[in-house]
């Protein structure tokens, strides 16, 4: 695994005082006979153990999901002592190389989450069930995310747990494909925000490459988008992206499929949420529709706020989209 913004010294002490404690404890602690993934998942029993000693009084259980929503200050009026800060853009995770016991294609399900120190709590990027995996090939390997649910804070270090594992003809026969966890420490990687970064995450059956930037400054953009006119019949990507990065944060992606569309007209995007440079950035935000062998794209973009709301829309030729982009401060 690349460095990068991890804190190399926190992990290696975090790693020796679990691998101490494991030695004590062997004895206890039931084995299932496979021994690669038993130490494939020594990282995160070290880290939930740490975790729970740190932080289980103030913010329960490990596994609790984070009940801070976004567009907090959206309405206002936003107090004084909330301010502008820093915010990590998660764009994409996707699985570069298999090793070992797995073939493409491979049936995904598990999770990917994110801590930062709004609440401590999992704030969910992937999540899938055993019954409802993403198939991945060697072609299209990318996981298609459904968060962050509300805007990454970047103060102390972001946590990441992954534990993502391949379906087998039956649940005995399912097997870990990536378990790991890690920190990005945003005040020693700050000289290289506002820019996009990569991350190499490398493992005994795996290798995931982990796209992002560090924003400083940045605000919470929360993207609702409904058919206002025409055709709902069509097939589509969305996509939302800073003018100072040219990479984009997929909201939905369709591919050959209908868009799903709610009884009131709005898509359902896979995600929603981004974070905007708040200094003078620009958010563009896009719309690849296809209908009948017609293609067509529209982009509009809104300029950022500390709250609020912004509107535009978006015409495709078959059918109009209205956009509704409300902005919020991260911090509590």
């Known amino acids: 695994m690349e460095t990068g913004g991890i804190s190399a010294a926190a992990a290696y002490l975090k790693r020796l005082a679990c691998t101490v404690q494991e030695e004590l404890d062997e004895p206890k602690r039931p084995r299932d006979g496979n021994e690669e993934e038993e130490q494939m998942l020594d990282d995160l029993r070290c880290y939930r153990s740490n975790w729970t000693e740190l932080w289980s009084e103030d913010f329960g259980d490990v596994e609790k999901r984070t009940e801070l929503a976004p567009m907090r200050y959206t309405e206002g009026p936003v107090p004084r002592i909330v301010i502008v800060t820093d915010a990590l853009e998660i764009f994409s995770f996707e699985v570069r190389e298999l090793n070992g016991i797995f073939c493409w294609p491979i049936n995904v399900f598990g999770f990917i989450s994110v801590r930062d120190s709004l609440d401590r709590n999992r704030n969910y990027i992937f999540e899938r069930t055993r019954d409802n995996c993403q198939t991945l090939t060697a072609e299209d390997s990318s996981l298609v995310l459904t968060g962050p649910s509300r805007g990454v804070l970047v103060l102390d270090p972001v946590e990441f747990e992954i534990e993502l594992r391949v379906k087998g003809t039956n649940p005995s026969e399912d097997k870990i494909l990536s378990a790991e966890a890690f920190e990005y420490n945003g005040t020693t990687q700050r000289t ?122 978006l015409d495709v030729g078959f059918c109009r989209m209205s956009i509704e982009v409300a902005w919020s401060l991260i911090s509590i």
């Open 192 to 313: 290289w925000s506002g820019s996009l970064r990569n991350m190499m995450i490398s493992g005994v059956r795996s290798i995931l490459e982990f796209k992002y930037a560090h924003l400083p400054l940045a605000l919470e953009a929360t993207i609702k988008i409904w058919v206002s006119e025409g055709l709902t019949d069509f097939c589509g990507k969305f996509t939302a992206r800073n003018a100072s990065i040219n990479e984009n944060v997929i909201l939905l992606d369709s591919r050959d499929e209908m868009v799903a569309i709610s009884n009131d007209g709005s898509i359902q995007l896979s995600r929603s949420v981004v974070v905007v440079d708040g200094d003078k950035g620009t958010l563009f935000v896009g719309a690849h529709a296809t209908r009948s062998r017609q293609s067509s794209y529209a982009c509009t973009k809104f300029f950022p706020g500390k709250s609020g709301l912004s509107r535009d829309t």
